[in-house]
């Protein structure tokens, strides 16, 4: 999409951006931004953040793009500004708000998904000195469920005791996944999901073929799907489905050996979707990430039954507590493809 300096919003968000404004007489010290991921969360954010720094914002409370505030804050260097995300995350330009694994380029260890403490303890001294331009420091944290214990802890305690001219921009995927203390400390706002037909229009302006099915395979999140269609995921997704769609204890050992090296979180995300749309099909009639696959799904609906299909899916949510650390990432596939192989028996 091509973005100009006085409008960097996604065409859904021009609602939510005009409410945000009616807060802007009287900022709290912290906002927490919530919402689906994938859905341009951080862009949002970050063209708020850039807004408030502005020297001349525009009549709809957009960045100028030509100030030196807005100059700085473009070259990612902005001395009143900071951005705090997971090392996973800090080799990506700040457009992602999944929260997902990153490739990066820290090949010798790697790189760390939580937000630590020495990452609070580092705001200390950019909080405590005065400002560059006489104006707001403006710190954006996402995703804020990344916050590990101790470091949410040490949050709380700036949060508790803002330091003056100090604006906290929160960003949640899960509010669910933060602790009561820090959200009873925010304003909360969400930002809202486009509808289906907003976000295929977008994805199809990017140029996306078969969109319709990207969508859905995404959940409805344009920028997610965006990001699917022109990643390399796409044949260790067919090579999945095929072996959901056909399932056997055979298929499965094979499956995992060619799928051993795609990440396993991201599979058991994918299967997840999988039974879901089973569970779906079955007791509503409707698939909704994999319409694709239709006629699939609907005879192995027929083989299947609902209460096996709910064990399955709390079974996923177990497995995606372990999918970022397994012991051997073929034997977690192997295991999990054998499993969803014997409720068919």
């Given at each position: 999409m091509?973005?100009?300096?006085?409008?960097?919003?996604?065409?859904?968000?021009g609602?939510?951006w005009?409410q945000?404004?009616?807060?802007?007489?009287?900022?709290?010290?912290?906002?927490?931004?919530?919402?689906?991921?994938?859905?341009?969360?951080?862009r949002?954010?970050?063209a708020?953040?850039?807004?408030l720094?502005?020297?001349?914002?525009?009549?709809?409370?957009?960045?100028?793009?030509?100030?030196p505030?807005?100059?700085?804050?473009?070259?990612?260097?902005?001395?009143?500004?900071?951005?705090?995300?997971?090392?996973?995350?800090?080799d990506?330009?700040g457009?992602?708000?999944?929260?997902?694994e990153?490739k990066t380029?820290?090949a010798?260890?790697?790189?760390?998904?939580?937000?630590?403490?020495?990452?609070?303890?580092?705001?200390?001294?950019?909080?405590?000195?005065?400002?560059?331009r006489?104006?707001?420091?403006?710190?954006?944290?996402?995703?804020?469920?990344a916050?590990?214990?101790?470091a949410?802890?040490a949050?709380?305690?700036?949060l508790?005791?803002?330091?003056?001219g100090?604006?906290?921009?929160?960003?949640s995927?899960?509010?669910?996944?933060?602790?009561?203390?820090?959200?009873?400390?925010c304003?909360?706002?969400?930002?809202?999901?486009?509808?289906?037909?907003?976000?295929?229009a977008?994805?199809?302006?990017?140029?996306?073929?078969?969109?319709?099915a990207w969508?859905?395979e995404?959940?409805?999140a344009?920028?997610?799907?965006?990001?699917?269609?022109?990643?390399?995921?796409?044949?260790a997704?067919?090579?999945?489905?095929?072996?959901?769609?056909?399932?056997?204890?055979?298929?499965?050992?094979?499956a995992?050996?060619?799928?051993?090296?795609?990440?396993?979180?991201e599979?058991?995300?994918?299967?997840?979707?999988?039974?879901?749309?089973?569970?779906?099909l079955?007791s509503a009639?409707?698939?909704?990430?994999?319409?694709r696959?239709?006629?699939?799904?609907?005879?192995?609906a027929?083989?299947?039954?609902?209460l096996?299909?709910?064990r399955?899916l709390?079974?996923?949510?177990?497995?995606?507590?372990?999918a970022?650390?397994p012991?051997?990432?073929?034997?977690?596939?192997?295991?999990?493809?054998?499993?969803y192989?014997?409720?068919?028996d």
């Open positions: 091509s973005v100009t300096s006085t409008d960097p919003l996604l065409p859904w968000q609602e939510s005009r945000l404004q009616q807060l802007r007489e009287r900022l709290p010290h912290a906002l927490l931004f919530y919402g689906a991921a994938g859905t341009g969360k951080t949002f954010l970050e708020f953040a850039k807004s720094l502005c020297e001349s914002p525009t009549p709809e409370a957009h960045a100028c793009g030509v100030c505030s807005c100059n700085w804050f473009s070259q990612s260097n902005h001395p009143d500004y900071r951005r705090v995300r997971p090392e996973v995350l800090e990506e330009p457009e992602d708000d999944s929260g997902e990153k380029a820290k010798s260890k790697a790189p760390s998904k939580d937000i630590k403490i020495d990452q609070i303890r580092a705001l200390a001294d950019f909080m405590n000195v005065s400002t560059h006489s104006g707001l420091r403006v710190v954006m944290l996402y995703p804020a469920e916050l590990n214990t101790a949410a802890n949050l709380l305690k700036t508790e005791e803002p330091p003056p100090t604006m906290f921009l929160l960003l995927n899960r509010l669910d996944r933060l602790l009561p203390t820090i959200l009873s400390r304003r909360k706002f969400a930002l809202n999901a486009p509808g289906h037909d907003e976000a295929l977008w994805l199809k302006q990017q140029g996306v073929k078969d969109a319709d969508l859905a995404q959940g409805g344009p920028l997610a799907a965006l990001e699917a269609a022109q990643g390399e995921g796409r044949e997704l067919d090579e999945l489905l095929r072996q959901l769609a056909q399932p056997g204890v055979d298929g499965a050992l094979r995992a050996d060619k799928l051993q090296k795609t990440p396993a979180a599979l058991v995300g994918w299967v997840q979707r999988w039974l879901y749309d089973l569970l779906s079955k009639g409707v698939v909704r990430y994999y319409p696959y239709g006629k699939e799904l609907g005879r192995l027929e083989r299947v039954d609902a096996a299909l709910s399955a709390r079974g996923m949510g177990d497995r995606r507590a372990i970022d650390h012991l051997s990432a073929k034997l977690f596939i192997e295991e999990m493809l054998i499993d192989a014997r409720m068919f």
